[in-house]
């Protein structure tokens, strides 16, 4: 099982990758955030199991990492941390980091949490999946309303028109866009894009989703679920809403 280590401390470091060795790690140490995001360019090797993730990093907020952590794929994290206050556990928890273990820890459990967030994050595929090659989630959002993102420019273009967002309105957008069907909880939401708990900020995001909506132009595209979240609501495989331009056929 390979294993990405992010710690700062060489001695703590050198300590715990001796240990998960030892029980059959395959363990890459990265002491920065960004030599961390760095180690998830694919190499050849197979992807990373799980991410040891800690927060007090040289070059960048532990947070910030795990946020990218998750814009690039379904990695699980588990943050390792001496940061042991609640709003701590709870926004690292928002942001999506599959469990927060407080250091100091007993290396057993932390063996057990990592097999534990391991088996979670590795559902095997259906046969039939695994035998042609699988629509990203960039795609189906295409197909289904003509919606697609340049993260690159931080541009929106629906069928083609550009929709110009703000700073906030691309990133909640962007959060929705990267799991689109799931329903994505207003506390993670407000975590990533405002990096808040605040739950004042709750109106803003109604705010946002509203003037969303008006510049999409799609106005059943984002869903309220209500009492949890948001999600993107894009089309069953095989099926496609019409464009702007479309006309209903004469009958």
Not at 95 to 119: C, F, N, Q, S, T
Not at 145 to 153: Q, S, V
Not at 197 to 208: A, I, N
Request: hydrophobic letters at 40%; one cysteine or more; proline letters at 6%.
């Amino acid at each position: 099982m390979r294993l990405l280590l992010v710690e700062d401390d060489d001695h703590v470091a050198a300590a715990l990758v001796a240990v998960l060795t030892k029980h059959g790690f395959e363990v890459r140490h990265a002491r920065t955030g960004n030599e961390a995001l760095d180690a998830l360019v694919p190499d050849g090797r197979g992807p990373y199991r799980v991410v040891l993730l800690d927060l007090g990093l040289p070059d960048r907020d532990g947070f910030d990492v795990c946020g990218q952590i998750r814009r690039r794929g379904g990695i699980p994290v588990i943050m390792v941390t001496a940061r042991s206050d609640i709003n701590s556990r709870i926004h690292g928890l928002n942001l999506g980091a599959d469990d927060y273990v407080v250091k100091p820890y007993d290396m057993g459990e932390l063996l057990a949490r990592i097999h534990a967030v391991a088996r979670r994050g590795a559902a095997p595929q259906p046969v039939a999946d695994q035998a042609r090659p699988a629509e990203t989630a960039a795609e189906r959002i295409s197909r289904s309303c003509g919606l697609r993102l340049d993260p690159a420019a931080r541009k929106a273009l629906v069928h083609d028109r550009d929709v110009p967002l703000t700073r906030k309105e691309y990133d909640l957008l962007a959060l929705l866009a990267q799991s689109p069907g799931v329903v994505i909880r207003r506390e993670q939401i407000i975590s990533e894009v405002w990096r808040s708990s605040w739950e004042g900020t709750s109106r803003t995001l109604e705010v946002h989703v509203a003037s969303l909506r008006q510049k999409l132009a799609v106005p059943s595209l984002i869903e309220t679920v209500r009492g949890v979240g948001y999600r993107l609501v894009v089309e069953p495989a095989g099926e496609r809403r019409p464009g702007p331009s479309a006309a209903p056929a004469a009958g």
